[in-house]
């Protein structure tokens, strides 16, 4: 998900690099899942299982709050 401009301000300087880690050291370029959907681990880069569009992996913050960044909250 793109940061939106009026929230940039609130992620730290290092959000690349945490984001990064997150999706390739701890989930191996694959869905972690969600609390709608925890059982999803679909691949970056290859057709989503159920829709065929293709998947973008993203990090988010689990309570909405940007400044969150502890591993339990991404």
């Known amino acids: ?8 301000a609130r ?15 701890r989930a191996g370029w694959k869905c972690e899942g969600s609390p709608m959907f925890p059982e999803c681990r679909a ?4 057709p989503h299982p159920v829709t065929g569009g293709k998947v973008v992996l993203t990090v988010g913050h689990l309570d909405h709050i940007p400044e969150n960044c502890g591993d339990e909250n991404l």
Do not use: F, H, T, V
């Open 1 to 8: 998900m793109p940061i939106r401009p009026e929230n940039r």
């Open 43 to 46: 691949a970056q880069g290859e």
């Open 11 to 25: 992620y730290p300087k290092d959000w690349k690099a945490i984001s990064l880690r997150i999706r390739s050291d």
